[in-house]
T-cell receptor
Framework: AQSVAQPEDQVNVAEGNPLTVKCTYS??????LFWYVQYPNRGLQFLLK??????LVKGSYGFEAEFNKSQTSFHLKKPSALVSDSALYFC?????????????FGTGTRLQVTL | DAGVTQSPTHLIKTRGQQVTLRCSPK?????VSWYQQALGQGPQFIFQ???????QRGNFPDRFSGHQFPNYSSELNVNALLLGDSALYLC??????????????FGPGTRLLVL
């Protein structure tokens, strides 16, 4: 069985400062990892994914994530936060089982960026 | 290029009733997955459809059923509604051919309230 842990319910950061949203995972076999963002009353928007290759993945809106196999982590980062980044962030892992490929999500981390 | 669309956006039902939610996948996508997102939680996988068949199912009772049509659109049906079925129901589409790598793109969701 696969699982994702997002240990922080909320992360607070000042605009202009770097941000990190943490994610650890558990999966059998190779992990396929994703970050999504959800704004109020909206669906999930894809930010970035790790499939294979370079451990540093760059995504939309200046976000990036670092895959660390030994620590089974996939932390989301951004060098300089914006107030508009305030939203709910979900980490997800995919495992291939049979002929389907479901996503398993964490419980989400609320990012609050203040002036 | 139209993204994933869902209808209706909001729905209010009473306990015991039945509901049908609809999803049209992103252009070019042939696989549809359904997720339930309860308030304050991450999305939970319900099931996935490809080639008009249910390919994988999450931990949801038989009251939850689905269908995929030849044009790849999909329906989620929930019978005998319970208060606990109140949630945001998300549809995600992807391209089956490279399922290990493909990103699932989400629609805006249908918010169901069961009274």
């Amino acid at each position: 069985a696969q699982s994702v842990a997002q240990p922080e319910d909320q992360v607070n950061v000042a605009e202009g400062n770097p941000l990190t949203v943490k994610c650890t995972y558990s999966v059998s076999g190779n992990p396929y990892l994703f970050w999504y963002v959800q704004y109020p009353n909206r669906g999930l928007q894809f930010l970035l994914k790790y499939i294979t290759g370079d451990n540093l993945v760059k995504g939309s809106y200046g976000f990036e994530a670092e895959f660390n196999k030994s620590q089974t982590s996939f932390h989301l980062k951004k060098p300089s936060a914006l107030v508009s980044d305030s939203a709910l962030y979900f980490c997800a892992v995919r495992a291939l089982t049979g002929t389907a490929s479901k996503l398993t999500f964490g419980t989400g981390t609320r990012l609050q960026v203040t002036l | 290029d139209a993204g994933v669309t869902q209808s209706p956006t909001h729905l209010i039902k009473t306990r015991g009733q039945q509901v049908t939610l609809r999803c049209s996948p992103k252009s070019g996508h042939d696989t549809v997955s359904w997720y339930q997102q309860a308030l304050g939680q991450g999305p939970q996988f319900i099931f996935q459809y490809y080639e008009e068949e249910e390919r994988q199912r999450g931990n949801f009772p038989d009251r939850f059923s689905g269908h995929q049509f030849p044009n790849y659109s999909s329906e989620l049906n929930v019978n005998a509604l319970l208060l606990g079925d109140s949630a945001l129901y998300l549809c995600a589409s992807s391209l089956r051919r490279n399922s290990a790598y493909e990103t699932q793109y989400f629609g805006p969701g249908t918010r169901l309230l069961v009274l």
